[in-house]
């Protein structure tokens, strides 16, 4: 019963809580400062949540006592009956609502529901490489269709012989990074190239970074500090793409707080026949990048202290084979093997993924020591 009384203490300490978030959110003072603001509502969701949890739960342990009570002074055999299968069905249920309380009572990773953005580039291994970036690009896009996310290409240069040896998306829906950011690091293959006469099997790679979005708020820049260029964007669209010049570029000097260091950023957007458009994206990506650079650190801190196997932010970590010639998948990260390579090519990682949140939310148990 011990468990029960301090998961019980935990979550009395978040009733309060939840009671002085709700009126919060309603104080004006609040509602102005909009990072505030924004961080209290999800803050009200999240504890919201447990809160339900929490009255199933405590529904079940009173509904124990009181089967377990008819199970033993009751003289009718029939209400015994119904009273002992009450006791089984609610003894299985307590251990899987405490269960899923702990999960809920770990701290998520406040970016989890964030947008993300998608950067794709071709590694080792020339044309295969930029190929092979092409088909993780078009399992992505297929992925992101089974969840009803929305997918944007910002920018891309596109393979000699096809694919990319870069593309850069941006993925907005619901919990975006905290379901894609497990697809960081390095995806090698191995495969008989198209351009290979002899039949041998290559190996090549290609990277993938997953950033969280930043929003407006996140991140502070001298919108008259930009300098801006436009220019003809090139490519398929008919004579419209070459005469008007809808590409934008963006040159931004930002110091590095990590570093001290002046930089200068360099962003260009093609993605619209907007300029309008492109120039607002071209925005949100800087955003993005200054917001990931100054929280570099911070994510090495948290790797360093969480020693995850799962998802440790390390970007050259090589987390993934896809193996052609026997149709294998194998995620390295939690030795997870499956031979369906032509079903996860057209999108079907989800399995890969829950596996992956599995073996993370169980590291996150441990330390938590709940």
Known sequence: MAT???????????ASRFDEVSTLITDPAVIADQKRYVKLSKEYKDLGDILKVREQYVSALNGLAEAKEIATNESDPEMKEMAREEVATLEKRIPQLEEEIKLLLVPADPEDDRNAVLEIRGGTGGDEAALFAGDLFRMYSK??????WHLSVSSCSEGAVGGFKEIICTVTGEKVYGTLKYESG?????????????????????????????E???????????????????????????????????RYNW????????????????????????????????????YDKEHQKYVDD????????????????????YNYPQGRITDHRINYTIYNLAAFMDGDLQDCID?????ENAERLKESEL
């Not at 992925?143 to 009803?148: D, F, L, N, P």
């Not at 993938?208 to 930043?214: F, G, I, M, N, T």
């Open 143 to 148: 992925y992101c269709e089974t969840k009803g």
């Open 302 to 321: 948290i790797a360093k202290r969480r020693k995850t196997m799962v998802s440790t932010g390390d970007r050259s970590a090589k987390i993934r084979t």
């Open 4 to 14: 029960n009384n301090t998961i019980l203490e935990r979550l009395d300490g978040l």
């Open 216 to 250: 407006p708020f996140d991140v502070e820049i001298n919108e008259g500090e930009i300098k801006w260029d436009t220019f003809r964007s090139s490519g398929a669209g008919g004579q419209n793409v070459n005469k008007v010049e809808s590409g934008v570029r963006l």
């Open 355 to 359: 596996h992956l949140v599995v073996a």
């Open 186 to 214: 390095v995806h090698r293959v191995q495969r008989i190239p198209a351009t290979e006469t002899q039949g041998r099997v290559h190996t090549s790679a290609a990277s993938v970074a997953v950033l969280p979005e930043a």
């Open 255 to 290: 110091k590095n707080p990590n570093t001290g260091v002046v930089e200068e950023i360099l962003i260009e957007c093609t993605e619209t026949r907007d300029q309008p458009k492109n120039k607002e994206r071209a925005l949100s990506r800087l955003r993005t990048f200054i």
